[in-house]
């Protein structure tokens, strides 16, 4: 099988990208790539550091393996499963490239995040020198047969389909206070991400108070070819929290995102705090895998 490696190029590799994480995931129920949803959402931002794998020995080329920067000197790994012997290749390069990029000995430190139960990567990463360290986040899953539990919101709240020009805005300022963005983060993203094939406005979701503030928020991507669905992203301002609209925005996304039969619902990189787990908990997203920082300090 020769496999090539070569530079990301978004004109003629987006889509091939995505038809590569599509196969993976729906031939084996590989998790350990990215869904299609995240991609979609990250490749313009992160398209320079991307790095590809190519299988050129086929009628039809194939991308089998990508690594995908998540920030600077921050990489993931997607991987074919049947070319998993391209571990330690994909990891070197990530070490070369950092390495190359670094710009002053405060830059010493390289991670890739990987979630658990990889043995081949692991061990990848072991032989270049990474080890395991804190939990970035957890992929959390929903099992699609658990019913839709019936939370509804407080008297006097009501949540309705997210208006653009009515309320990008706000909820890229309530975007800001709760995941703490800088000023970066504005209703321009917003618009972007409408302009996706995941996104589907009546799976766009807010909770509006009886002052008419949006006390919450969500959103339900769904991926057109491989119906692999994503709850991102999900919050509720601090002064409407404890309330039950977490639970109500989240169960009212249930009942709209039905209609397109999903073949996966996950959080990808979900927060670990006791107040996000119980509410993953009661609205039935119970599988659960940790993703982990592997660092290499030098």
């Known amino acids: 099988m020769p496999v090539v490696t070569r530079e990301y190029d978004p004109k003629h590799d987006f889509h091939r990208v995505m038809a590569f994480l599509r196969d993976s995931f729906t031939e084996s129920g590989n998790l350990h790539n990215w869904l299609p949803p995240k991609f979609e959402s990250n490749h313009a ?12 020995g086929r009628v039809e080329p194939k991308i089998v393996a990508a690594a995908t920067p998540e920030d600077r000197f921050l990489y993931s790994i997607q991987m074919d499963p049947g070319y998993a012997h391209l571990e330690d290749e994909v990891v070197g390069w990530i070490v070369d490239h950092c390495t190359s990029q670094k710009a002053s000995v405060e830059d010493r430190r390289i991670s890739v995040l990987a979630l658990e139960g990889n043995p081949m990567r692991e061990a ?73 094939s995941f996104y589907r406005e009546e799976l766009d979701l807010v909770a509006i108070a009886p002052n008419g503030d949006i006390a919450s928020f969500c959103t339900f ?7 692999v669905a994503e709850l991102e992203p999900m919050g509720t301002l601090p002064k409407y929290r404890r309330m039950g609209l977490a639970k109500a925005i989240i169960a009212e996304g249930f ?3 039905s209609e397109y039969s999903p073949t996966l619902l996950y959080i990808g990189g979900a927060a670990n705090t006791p107040e996000a787990n119980r509410l993953y908990e009661v609205t039935g997203f119970t599988e659960k895998y940790y993703y982990h920082f592997w660092r290499r300090e030098k």
């Open 45 to 56: 931002i992160i398209a320079e550091g991307i790095r590809l794998w190519e299988d050129v």
């Open 124 to 196: 990848a990463l072991r032989e270049h020198g990474f080890e395991r360290r804190e939990v970035y986040g957890i992929l959390r899953l929903r099992d699609l047969d658990t019913p839709i539990p019936d939370f509804r919101p407080p008297e006097g709240y009501t949540i309705r389909t997210a208006r653009p020009d009515e309320d990008f805005e706000r909820i890229a300022a309530a975007i800001r206070l709760v995941f703490g963005h800088g000023d970066w983060f504005t209703r321009d993203i917003l618009d972007q991400i409408s302009k996706a």
């Open 221 to 227: 991507r769904v991926d057109p070819q491989s119906r």
């Open 255 to 257: 009942r709209r995102l």
